[in-house]
């Protein structure tokens, strides 16, 4: 059985991300186009084309950083509308109607995800040290 964790869907990114007023279309690396109604994410269909044009690819998904808003591959690929509360969603426009930025809450790093961080940097480190290592030789 096939699921979205697979190692081909892992690899799954996005490479080029356009929001108009009635659609977000999202052109994979792997060949395929998929595209929504802008009015399953509300953020987006509330956002001014500057927000929107200010996109982060991420490895899990795509990220609007001045409509704090995301979308995930998994739930692209899986057709799913914004899973944002009605509450949530009017809390955000209140902010925009004030003209303030949602407040961002951080938690701290959970100790696990913080020590696969380190052993990763730690090993990109040394893969690096060793190319050029083997580049000066």
Known sequence: MSSLRDKS???IRAKRVSVTDDRVTVDL???RTISVPTKWYPR???GT???RAKVEICMDGIYWPRLNADISYRGLLMGNHSGESVKSFQRWLDYRERGLSEPILTLPM?????RFLKHEGSRKARKQKSRRVANHR
Do not use: I, R, T, V
């Open 49 to 51: 084309a500057a927000e």
């Open 9 to 11: 869907e892992k690899e």
């Open 29 to 31: 690396n792997d060949g």
């Open 110 to 114: 959970p100790a696990e995800l913080s």
């Open 44 to 46: 987006l269909l509330y």
